[in-house]
């Protein structure tokens, strides 16, 4: 081993170790969130999980299985309606909304992935874009069902049957961080099975992969379900903290904020709920505060900082082995 290739192992060993230390106290904060901040506050943090669940489905997809993706939107408003549907017609209860928003939401994700997952890089994304913009059109359009652009509102959610429903904010963000932790818990134990590394097999070379057998169709068709499926269920847990969805909740813009997330920061499912949070601190609290209406200018920014930091970590890594040789002859 060189001097450079050990260099990078003791690198990466002492990211892995941070990130493991500090998540910790990233947990332990944000279940105290609710008695440290105010109501507004909360209602953000409120949508930070519900954006940073639709993050973590883009994260599947874009990183995971090498599908970039900029329409998940679709499937979250196709979670939500689900979700408000049941609310006004069969129950209020929250977990029950969740489960069908989530397979109603794969359903709909098995019909277009059949044609979708035929196809890869640029476009699939364009693929993706038109889902999306479809899927709000038909909900702006779809006024019976979805109250059209003005959208659809449901009473609070229930956890437990005869219960009292979930009005304070704080409640509703501590309902929301339990399902965000629970689904996230169950996508990281998935990709740690053979499974999850045939997608990762398949974003790297999918030529290869498929000569070892495995069959990487089937496999990304399933990671698209999967993803709608998370999806889905950020749409149920919008509109349990909102008690509203409008067509607008899961348009292009929101799908270009959960792939800025989930490639904001650490590229794993825990840093596209952080980038989530950066997401709407930035738009919320941050932008009024500094640039009044310039909320798109400070998340541009943003953007464009994301983008070069990672062209410079990419370029620092390709560069890194031919110094490393050199270093390594000298010795």
Do not use: K
Not at 136 to 154: E, F, K, N
Not at 213 to 226: D, E, F, K, Q, S
Not at 239 to 251: E, F, L, Y
């Amino acid at each position: 081993m060189t001097v450079a290739q050990a260099g990078a192992r003791t690198s990466t060993t002492t990211s892995v170790t941070a990130r493991r230390a500090a998540l910790p106290l990233i947990v332990v904060g944000a279940i105290a969130a609710p008695w440290l901040l105010d109501a507004y506050t909360i209602s953000l943090g409120s949508y930070a999980l519900v954006l940073g669940l639709l993050a973590t489905s883009t994260h599947l997809l874009t990183t995971v299985a090498g599908l970039p993706t900029l329409g998940q939107g679709a499937y979250l408003s196709i979670g939500g309606y689900a979700a408000a549907t049941v609310s006004r017609t069969l129950t209020t209860n929250g977990p029950a909304q969740l489960l069908v928003a989530a397979t109603v939401a794969a359903a709909a994700a098995a019909i277009v992935g059949v044609f979708a997952t035929r196809t890869r890089g640029t476009t699939f994304l364009i693929t993706t874009v038109a889902v999306g913009v479809l899927t709000q059109t038909l909900a702006s359009r779809a006024a019976p069902i979805t109250g059209g652009d003005a959208g659809r509102s449901v009473s609070p959610v229930t956890l437990w049957p005869d219960t009292e429903p979930v009005t304070r904010n704080g409640y509703l963000y501590l309902y929301a961080l339990t399902c965000t932790v629970a689904v996230t818990a169950a996508i990281a134990l998935l990709l740690r099975t053979r499974f999850g590394l045939a997608l990762r097999g398949a974003a790297e070379h999918e030529p290869r992969t498929r000569a070892t057998g495995h069959p990487t169709g089937r496999h990304l068709m399933l990671a698209y379900v999967i993803a709608a499926a998370i999806a889905g269920a950020a749409g149920a847990l919008l509109v349990a903290t909102r008690h509203t969805i409008a067509p607008s909740d899961g348009g292009f813009v929101v799908s270009a904020l959960a792939l800025l997330a989930a490639l904001l920061t650490t590229r794993t499912q825990t840093g596209a709920i952080l980038g989530a949070a950066v997401i709407v601190a930035t738009r919320d609290l941050l932008a009024p505060a500094v640039l009044a209406g310039h909320a798109a200018t400070l998340l541009g920014c943003l953007f464009l900082t994301a983008a070069v930091g990672r062209a410079a970590i990419r370029h620092r890594r390709t560069a890194r082995p031919g110094a490393g040789a050199a270093v390594g002859t000298r010795q």
